[in-house]
């Protein structure tokens, strides 16, 4: 039998007598080096600059294990993604904006002329 868990005290005595298991294995939190190991290999995929700050991050991660470091690159990278939407949705607002006051311009223009010509 295999069992994990974040919480051993919560484990009943009578599993943790000797002879019940062959061996039980304690892993703590990961220290800063470790955190940034992890950071790492989580992003390995992600688009980064060259020098991102690894080790500025972890001091704002203490007491994280794998798990917490995994789904902090999760919503990092969707926090990515709606910003590039959204971005992008103003862009393309402004360009639309920018039309619409270049065909204004242009009417106007158009008018004018009409009326000198009417003159």
């Known amino acids: 039998m295999i069992g994990i868990t974040s919480r051993p005290?919560?484990?009943?005595?009578?599993?943790?007598?000797?002879?019940?298991?062959?061996?039980?294995?304690?892993?703590?939190v990961p220290?800063?080096?470790?955190?940034i190991e992890i950071l790492q290999i989580l992003t390995r995929g992600?688009?980064?600059?060259?020098d991102f700050p690894f080790k500025d991050l972890v001091k704002y991660t203490p007491g994280y294990v794998g798990a917490d470091i995994q789904t902090l690159c999760k919503?990092?990278?969707?926090?990515?993604?709606?910003?590039?939407i959204k971005s992008t949705e103003q862009n393309i607002e402004n360009e639309e904006?920018?039309?619409?006051?270049?065909?204004?311009?242009?009417?106007k223009l158009d008018s004018n002329?009409?009326?000198?010509?009417s003159s």
């Not at 992600?46 to 060259?50: A, I, K, V």
């Not at 919503?75 to 590039?84: L, P, Q």
């Open 9 to 28: 005290e919560t484990i009943d005595s009578g599993l943790r007598r000797a002879g019940r298991f062959e061996r039980e294995v304690t892993l703590g």
């Open 31 to 35: 220290n800063e080096e470790a955190r």
């Open 113 to 117: 002329e009409e009326d000198k010509e």
């Open 97 to 107: 904006q920018q039309e619409e006051d270049k065909e204004s311009k242009e009417e």
């Open 75 to 84: 919503e990092a990278s969707i926090m990515a993604v709606e910003r590039a």
């Open 46 to 50: 992600m688009r980064l600059e060259p």
